[in-house]
């Protein structure tokens, strides 16, 4: 099943987001052949410390965290 979605008029009134401006300015020289280095966005050269990795997927095992913080501790 296939079906046509038409954005909202609305959006056309949006500001235009700065990165993704920021990108296309970017891809644009690199295009005309200009050594860009970008720095709108991560792209790491180095893997993540093990460490790092270890401590991640412990918490990730850990049932405590499977669930939606309270909406309470999102106030300011």
Excluded: C
């Amino acid at each position: 099943m296939s079906f046509a979605i038409t954005p909202a008029s609305r959006l056309n009134t949006l500001p235009e987001q700065f990165f993704a401006a920021l990108a296309a300015k970017a891809s644009a020289r690199i295009a005309l052949g200009h050594d860009v280095i970008n720095l709108g966005q991560g792209n790491p050269d180095l893997p993540t410390p093990a460490n790092i990795v270890d401590r991640m997927k412990a918490a990730s095992d850990n049932p405590l965290y499977h669930k939606y913080p309270r909406f309470a501790d999102f106030r300011s």
